[in-house]
């Protein structure tokens, strides 16, 4: 799937098939399932759902100046072309498609280790405020509204792709628990 051109009604839609998709793969699994992984460098289950909680609402804050009509303008959102080539940016360097490991922001970064099992619950509620606000951002013209990353000052780019951002970024980490749950050593 290409997420650089998706529309927002196709972004509202893949958000909504990542939260049935989240249920039906994690729901079911115990504390310890969502706490396992294969060694202390890798994240488990429960610290890839958290760092989505995490993300996901700092670029939902984000987006509620938007909603509201009260995001103030900022120097950088305004230079012609660079939210276009931030977004473009985030969007494959953040979606499932890419190999390279990259580090999380310390404001995004899950808990060290035992993740509460509550995890998938707090996911598919804060997955249900994002739609929300997607929904919300319809008659604001998405496309054109300018906001700056909750994780770097200097990156601009439209709440559109923000949009695109938070479900291309849901679906690699997604994956990624699910290359976690696929592993012989996994708890059954």
Same mark, same amino acid.
């Given at each position: 799937?290409?997420?650089?051109?998706?529309?927002?009604?196709?972004?509202?839609?893949?958000?909504?098939?990542?939260?049935?998709?989240?249920?039906?793969?994690?729901?079911?699994?115990?504390?310890?399932?969502?706490?396992?992984?294969?060694?202390?460098?890798?994240?488990?289950?429960?610290?890839?759902?958290?760092?989505?909680?995490?993300?996901?609402?700092?670029? %939902?804050?984000?987006?509620?100046?938007?909603?509201?009509?009260?995001?103030?303008?900022?120097?950088?959102?305004?230079?012609?072309?660079?939210? %276009?080539?931030?977004?473009?940016?985030?969007?494959?360097?953040?979606?499932?498609?890419?190999?390279?490991?990259?580090?999380?922001?310390?404001?995004?970064?899950?808990?060290?280790?035992?993740?509460?099992?509550?995890?998938?619950?707090?996911?598919?509620?804060?997955?249900?405020?994002?739609?929300?606000?997607?929904?919300?951002?319809?008659?604001?013209?998405?496309? &054109?509204?300018?906001?700056?990353?909750?994780?770097?000052?200097?990156?601009?780019?439209?709440?559109?792709?923000?949009? &695109?951002?938070?479900?291309?970024?849901?679906? &690699?980490?997604?994956?990624?628990?699910?290359?976690?749950? %696929?592993?012989?050593?996994?708890? &059954?």
């Amino acid at each position: 799937m290409d997420y650089t051109s998706l529309l927002l009604p196709d972004v509202i839609a893949e958000a909504e098939a990542i939260a049935a998709d989240a249920e039906r793969t994690f729901a079911a699994l115990s504390p310890e399932q969502l706490n396992w992984k294969p060694d202390a460098s890798q994240w488990s289950v429960g610290q890839c759902l958290d760092h989505l909680i995490q993300t996901d609402s700092r670029i %939902g804050a984000a987006l509620d100046g938007v909603i509201t009509d009260t995001k103030p303008s900022r120097f950088a959102e305004r230079i012609p072309g660079l939210p %276009g080539f931030f977004g473009r940016l985030m969007v494959k360097s953040l979606g499932p498609q890419v190999t390279r490991k990259m580090k999380a922001p310390a404001a995004a970064t899950p808990a060290a280790s035992d993740v509460p099992a509550d995890v998938v619950i707090r996911f598919l509620a804060n997955h249900d405020q994002t739609i929300e606000r997607m929904r919300a951002l319809e008659s604001k013209h998405p496309e &054109r509204a300018i906001i700056t990353s909750p994780f770097a000052g200097v990156v601009v780019y439209s709440a559109l792709d923000a949009c &695109r951002i938070v479900v291309a970024h849901d679906r &690699r980490h997604m994956a990624q628990a699910e290359r976690v749950m %696929g592993l012989p050593e996994f708890p &059954r």
